[in-house]
Structures are given as structure tokens and as C-alpha cells.
């Protein structure tokens, strides 16, 4: 063997033992050498759950606790057809009104409650509400899954201790510090294998599963007819002026 072709066969083994055919990395190691390994990535953990709330659809009974307030009642509809409704105890009026958001493919209505009353279109279909009759609790069931299903939305997400009252794998979120209209609010959310909200911690309030869920119905009611009435805002309404003394003066 000539000594160019005795280099050309330990240049092919040299290349071969560094490509592909060679041992593979085993990756990062303990000090005793075992392999270390990989940790599961929360964002993901999270999606595949909130992927499978998507595809629900059921009526689940809640409770809203909001600081420095009693419990509210929080009714969820997620209809077969894909209109969705919330029904909000003290939703509206610093908490003294009931109100439904409810979603349809014609948009999204605004609807008193307890008693019924006309229902008015606030906003179109999957949009948000304007920020002075907006409750946000719906965004958790409807507008937020999409948010954590986008892996290009920035957000934290990280494992967070169970909420009381759940046993459900629970996540601490958080929207990029560079967005100037966050995508959801921060906070924590748990969801069970069936990919039902149990509980969640956010600025509005705490949320938590209260009883069974049941079955879906076909489509949502609006629990009035449409009207152009003007919406209920969420802030308590300043108190009315006092009715004016009319005094009559003595005739002279």
C-alpha cells in the first residue's frame, strides 16, 4: 500500500468514526456518569391539556372569589355547535347585577340576568368587550385557550403548586414583559386528564369547580330578546344626587 493511499483509508476511518455512524452523545451526565434526564417542558405539558378543553363541550358550575368580596356563582356552557355562554353573579355594577356574556356566530351579547332582560350586542363574534363592561371571567373558558396553544404568543409558563380544592396538575403563567396589551392575564391554571378547568388564580379572582360536569347542550339561548339598549358596566354606578327641596317663599 502506497503511502497516499494508506492516509486516504485513515482519513475515511477518522471521518467515520466522527460522523453520523460513530457512538452517539449520550447528552449531559451526573457526576457518576448517568444520564441526566430531559425535563419535560411546562409550556408543552400545559398545551396538551388545554388542546383537549378545546375539543369539550359540557356545563360546569363555578365559584368566583373575589378579594375583598363574598363568592360568586359562575355557570359555564360550551355548547356541540360551539356557542358558549357564562353566566357571571355580580358581573356587572360593582357586583350588584347578574349578567350572561354569551358567545354566537353573529357575536357576542351582553345579557342581565335574575331578572331576565333584553340582550345587547357588545361585541363581534370572538372579540373582546370594551374594558368598562368587560367581567373577563369568559376569556378563561373561550378566548384564552387559543393564547396558550400559540407557541408564538410569548409567555412563561412554569409548574405551580396545586390550588386548594384541586388536585389537578396546576401552571403559573405569565405574558411577555415586551407586550403592551398582554394576551391573558397572569395567573394560575389546573387542569384535569379530561382537560376541565378545576381551578384558577387571577387578578379577577379565584375560580374553582363546584359539582359535577354534565352534558353539553346543542346550541346556547340568550335569556332575552335583542334590543339596542345600552350595556351594564362593571364599575359600581356613582350614587344618585339627592332630589332638590323646592322652597316656596312667602309672598310679600
Do not use: H
Not at 403559573?172 to 392575564?185: Q, Y
Not at 382537560?195 to 388564580?201: M, N, R, S
Not at 334590543?227 to 364599575?235: Q, Y
Amino acid at each position: 500500500m502506497t503511502t497516499g493511499t494508506a492516509l486516504s483509508v485513515l482519513t475515511v476511518l477518522l471521518l467515520a468514526g466522527c460522523g453520523s455512524g460513530g457512538t452517539p452523545d449520550p447528552g449531559p451526565t451526573t457526576p457518576d456518569g448517568t444520564p441526566v434526564a430531559a425535563q419535560p417542558d411546562p409550556r408543552g405539558l400545559l398545551a396538551a391539556r388545554v388542546a383537549v378543553a378545546k375539543d369539550q363541550r359540557y356545563v360546569a358550575a363555578y365559584t368566583l372569589t373575589v378579594p375583598g368580596k363574598g363568592p360568586r356563582s359562575v355557570l359555564v356552557s360550551i355548547a356541540t355547535d360551539r356557542t358558549w355562554r357564562v353566566d357571571i353573579q355580580g358581573g356587572a355594577l360593582g357586583g350588584t347585577a347578574d349578567v350572561a356574556i354569551a358567545g354566537r356566530p353573529e357575536g357576542v351579547y351582553q345579557c342581565p340576568i335574575n331578572p331576565a332582560s333584553s340582550c345587547v350586542k357588545v361585541a363581534a363574534a370572538g372579540k373582546k368587550l370594551p374594558p368598562a363592561i368587560d367581567p373577563r371571567v369568559q376569556y378563561v373558558f373561550v378566548g384564552w385557550l387559543d393564547v396558550l396553544l400559540d407557541r408564538q404568543i410569548p409567555l412563561t409558563v412554569n409548574p405551580a403548586e396545586p390550588l386548594a380544592g384541586t388536585s389537578a396538575p396546576c401552571f403559573a403563567v405569565e405574558p411577555g414583559v415586551t407586550a403592551i396589551a398582554p394576551p391573558i392575564d397572569p395567573g394560575t391554571f389546573c387542569y384535569n386528564d379530561n382537560g376541565i378547568l378545576t381551578a384558577a388564580k387571577l387578578p379577577l379572582g379565584q375560580l374553582m369547580l363546584t359539582g359535577e360536569v354534565v352534558a353539553a347542550p346543542s346550541t346556547i339561548s340568550l335569556p332575552g330578546p335583542v334590543a339596542d339598549d345600552a350595556p351594564l358596566g362593571t364599575a359600581t354606578p356613582p350614587p344618585s344626587p339627592p332630589s332638590a327641596s323646592v322652597s316656596a317663599s312667602a309672598p310679600r
